[in-house]
């Protein structure tokens, strides 16, 4: 009967390891068509956005100057460093996603970061590199009236070519990116370890639990035996009474532990379901 159920104890720890080992190579990529909503006055939450479609759209990753979401730069102000779509203020992003049936009771991480930074590694690259722009700008001429500008235009054609000079400086935002990941990625890390921490020392208070059960057990059974043979002693010789009552004494103290190790052995069991989400 031991054998049987130390088998099923290994047995158990494999198949939960092995579910472990499952579900962490779930990933449901959030990337794609989303529903998205400028708010520059703010009123989303007040008009209760979050129950309703968003009636624009916006690919992600990426950015709201790609999309070409925002208010167009203008004149001079756009150039090398400017993007061609500025706007500053809330967003609102929304996407629906099927979360598979088994995945009910189970632990989903979210995880929003990692596609942002590599979106910012990509844009610290290109920052970088040469631009070249090519367009038609114009210029007011001619004398208007009471000393305005004239209503005259001409149209001059434009081209440029910008060459970043401080290459270090674009060098060290990549490579701050590059780092960002990394401390993400450790911090992912330092997660799991943590869990499997935390579920290792787990099922070693299974394991001990059960070894105490055994142990109890088999201590309880050699004390009634004990018990049974004073009995028999001092019913004949009427000697041994408070060696017959020393007996019972750690009867009933084998019992207690033996109630508390099953106790042990439930609670680690059930904070191992808990952790593997059963």
């Known amino acids: 009967m031991l054998q049987s159920r130390n088998l099923f104890i290994c047995l158990l720890f494999i198949f939960l390891v092995g579910c472990n080992k499952k579900y962490q190579s779930k990933i449901i990529s959030l990337s794609g068509s989303w529903e998205f909503q400028l708010d520059s006055l703010d009123k989303g939450i007040i008009n209760k956005w979050y129950n309703t479609m968003l009636p624009d759209s916006i690919l992600l990753p990426g950015s709201t100057d790609e999309a070409k979401k925002g208010f167009r730069t203008q004149g001079s102000d756009y150039g090398n460093l400017t993007r061609e779509f500025s706007y500053i203020g809330p967003a609102w992003y929304r996407k629906k996603i099927i979360i598979p049936k088994n995945w009910k009771g189970k632990e989903i991480q979210l ?3 990692r596609q942002a930074l590599q979106h910012r590694e990509d844009l610290a690259k290109n ?6 722009t090519i367009g038609i700008d114009y210029t007011v001429v001619g004398e208007g009236n009471n000393n305005l500008a004239g209503t005259d235009a001409i149209m001059l054609p434009k081209i440029g070519l910008t060459i970043p000079l401080f290459r270090n400086k674009y060098r060290a935002m990549v490579n701050e990116v590059l780092y960002l990941q990394k401390a993400n990625d450790d911090e992912i890390s330092d997660k799991e370890n943590i869990l499997n921490s935390i579920f290792e020392n787990t099922w070693r208070d299974y394991q001990d639990a059960n070894r105490r059960i055994d142990l109890f057990d088999s201590q309880m059974d050699l004390a009634r035996l004990s018990v049974k043979l004073l009995e028999v ?46």
Not at 127 to 132: A, I, M, T, Y
Not at 243 to 253: A, F, G, H, N, Q
Request: glycine share 8%; no cysteine; proline share 2%.
């Open 111 to 113: 995880s929003l970061e």
């Open 127 to 132: 920052l970088g590199r040469p631009s070249f």
């Open 233 to 278: 002693e001092y019913s004949t010789g009427g000697k041994n009474f408070e060696e017959m009552l020393r007996m019972e004494r750690k009867v009933l103290m084998y019992s207690l532990e033996l109630e508390k190790a099953k106790a042990d052995s439930f609670v680690s069991f059930s904070f191992i379901n808990y952790l593997m989400g059963q």
